[in-house]
């Protein structure tokens, strides 16, 4: 981990699920972490917690001023940002089927998942490109690979994050600059209770799908991503739970 230390990572969406894991295993490893999330209470209390310094921003990455501003608003000795991991998603009102669904839900998932991920990276990336040397990694799902019924915006959104990923990774080879992602299968968060609107749902939902992956699971694959040796790079890491136990 000694290639890790004292490198600056900013992780979206970090006041929970697998983006607040991965902000403490990369903690853990002697990253320093910036975590972004939309409640800054909430946040605050989770960067405090980390083992190495942390620092928390507030950050709504559907908010395109908030974003292009973001790399003014960190402090000096912390602009220089090493790694970059775009976590924040949304599947408001998914899990039914299209006609069935808000619209505006569903433009919603899109402008989080697949815009937001973009502006965050527009705005780190030339830093990014005038040190020549980072790490880009995006989170995506299974469902950008192969969708499911009832996911039409959720699999879209993925879809899009696939594929700009991809070009992503062959735009800036031999820049210094590596693209990765990550595509998990179902995880046990509090991802379903944000979709339902509904603590019960959300938990049920989970008890009725069967084996799940955890958070620590996706976490673990960031870390072994950013982990390799600078002429290598994780194009994709697919992580499924074992549904025969």
């Known amino acids: 981990m000694t290639g890790l230390k004292e490198k600056t990572a900013l992780v979206t969406g970090a006041s929970s699920g697998i983006g607040l894991a991965t902000a403490q295993m990369l903690s853990t490893a002697g990253v320093r972490v ?3 999330a939309r409640r800054l209470d909430r946040l605050q209390a989770k960067m405090d917690a980390l083992p190495g310094p942390a620092l928390a921003m507030e950050l709504d990455v559907a908010d395109a001023t908030a974003v292009a501003g973001l790399p003014g608003r960190l402090p000096q000795d912390w602009q220089a940002v090493d790694i970059l ?11 039914q089927p299209f006609h069935q669904g808000d619209i505006n839900q569903w433009a919603g998932t899109i402008q989080t998942n697949v815009t937001g991920l973009m502006r965050v990276t527009a705005a780190l990336l030339p ?8 790490h880009i990694v995006n989170l995506g799902s299974t469902q950008g690979l192969v969708p499911m019924a009832g996911c039409g915006a959720y699999a879209a959104s993925k879809f899009a994050v696939h594929g700009f990923t991809e070009t992503l990774r062959q735009e800036y080879a031999g820049t210094g600059i590596r693209v990765s992602e990550v595509l998990p299968g ?10 339902f609107s ?8 989970y008890q009725n799908y069967g084996q799940c992956l955890e958070a620590e699971d996706i976490a673990r694959s960031v870390l072994f991503v ?6 290598t790079v994780i194009a ?5 739970p074992d549904n025969a136990g």
Request: charged share 25%; net charge positive; glycine share 14%.
């Open 34 to 36: 910036i975590g972004c």
């Open 85 to 95: 991991v775009n976590n924040a998603g949304s599947d408001v009102g998914g899990r």
């Open 127 to 134: 830093g990014m490109l005038e040190r020549r040397q980072g």
């Open 186 to 195: 179902m995880v046990k968060t509090d991802f379903a209770q944000t979709r």
């Open 198 to 205: 509904s603590v019960r749902r959300g938990e049920a939902f």
């Open 226 to 231: 950013l982990e390799q040796p600078p002429h």
């Open 236 to 240: 994709q890491i697919v992580i499924a």
